[in-house]
């Protein structure tokens, strides 16, 4: 089942948009928390809460992130412990940002939920409490191990669901974009230059595209020519923002919030 379209409510006769005043004569659509942000110009999200401007993947970045913006959207990539529990993280080991190196799929949550961050000494963030405290924002989640597919959706579906949520996948990626659509979720797709061989068989599986900003011209052409939004990934500054929109990005994926974001 691919992402169902906005309702429509109908009152005593008259439509009620999203946005508020009655009208009549024609049906208008409620649109979706993820249709409005996909209709700003450009689409803008916060990679890892903001990864060139605060401790990456902690509510602090998530919370410095929503207070920078009320429209940004925020990205999540996400990993399962040993003991059930989705955390924010891009590696499978903590090493890179956390003052131990654990290995997320065999550690618990009591294990990793005591490390912190060697710069700024923030905590690592739980999925389901960053969830809850950015209620009204769009996420685009990055299920790194594709571990369980199903366990993440349900939690998803508990939260807003599709209406509130993207899922994020490594380009050639496949269980998870499948298992996202057989939900009602838009798919989130993104490729390295490598991996751009395989790519005019793998953006099938998505319904929103990302290439590098700085990515070959004819990359661009062919991803712009499928008719979907493309992205530019993943953005530090206004230069390679404005790189990203000259080659038809209309989103961009930002770790540079307080440079590239306005505010």
Do not use: N
Request: net charge negative; charged share 20%.
């Amino acid at each position: 089942m691919r992402p169902r379209l906005g309702l429509v409510l109908l009152v005593g006769g008259l439509v009620l948009a999203g946005c508020g005043s009655p009208v009549t004569g024609a049906v208008q659509p409620i649109r979706t928390p993820v249709e409005v942000w996909l209709a700003q110009t450009p689409s803008l999200a916060a990679h890892r809460g903001g990864s060139a401007d605060w401790p990456e993947g902690t509510s602090y970045a998530y919370d410095q992130a929503a207070d920078w913006s009320p429209t940004l959207a925020l990205e999540a990539p996400v990993w399962l412990t040993a003991d059930g529990v989705w955390v924010v993280c891009h590696d499978a080991t903590t090493g890179a940002e956390f003052d131990a190196d654990l290995d997320i799929a065999t550690s618990t949550w009591a294990q990793l939920s005591a490390l912190r961050t060697v710069d700024g000494d923030q905590p690592l963030a739980r999925l389901s409490d960053v969830l809850a405290e950015h209620p009204d924002r769009v996420w685009l989640i990055d299920d790194k191990p594709a571990a369980d597919p199903a366990g993440l959706l349900d939690l998803l579906d508990a939260a807003g669901g599709p209406d509130r949520f993207v899922l994020k996948s490594y380009g050639p990626s496949v269980a998870v974009p499948e298992a996202a659509h057989r939900r009602g979720y838009l798919t989130w797709g993104y490729w390295f230059v490598a991996d751009l061989p395989t790519f005019d068989a793998d953006q099938e599986r998505y319904d929103l595209l990302a290439l590098p900003w700085d990515g070959p011209a004819s990359a661009w052409t062919d991803a712009v020519g499928t008719g979907k939004p493309v992205f530019g990934h993943v953005v530090a500054t206004a230069a390679q923002a404005q790189q990203a929109l000259a080659e038809g990005a209309t989103g961009l994926m930002v770790s540079g919030v307080t440079e590239v974001v306005p505010r």
